[in-house]
């Protein structure tokens, strides 16, 4: 939704730009309005752009390099966790709920 959102703000604001330069200036020095419209419209993007594609930066998990030297993140290891197991009367076992969670352990030497 944020992404279609900035989408069609930079449409806008394109649109908005090129109004503002092509529209006739009653002042004497001509061409100035173009150069800073076309400038405000690449920084104007350039910026709701970076703003798009920052998904989650600062909320990152884990590192993938080492941390500080000594510690380093191990291979993913994926397990069951809080799963409830029983043996059904033909002595079979059967598990259900929980969740399947995938982890890095921290490794250090």
């Not at 900035?6 to 449409?11: D, I, K, P, S, Y």
């Not at 649109?15 to 309005?33: D, I, K, N, Y």
């Not at 709701?48 to 941390?67: E, F, K, Q, V």
Request: with cysteine.
């Amino acid at each position: 939704m944020f992404k279609k959102l900035t989408h069609a703000l930079m449409a806008l604001t394109m649109m908005f730009g090129l109004a503002v330069t092509s529209a006739p200036q009653a002042e004497a020095r001509r061409g100035h309005g173009l150069g800073v419209g076309i400038a405000a419209g690449i920084i104007g993007l350039g910026i709701l752009g970076a703003a798009a594609n920052a998904r989650g930066y600062p909320h990152r998990s884990y590192s993938a390099y080492d941390d500080g030297g000594e510690c380093y993140r191990g291979q993913r290891e994926c397990h069951w966790s809080g799963r409830r197991c029983f043996e059904n009367r033909w002595g079979d076992t059967v598990c259900r709920g929980g969740r399947y969670v995938c982890e890095r352990p921290l490794i250090c030497e």
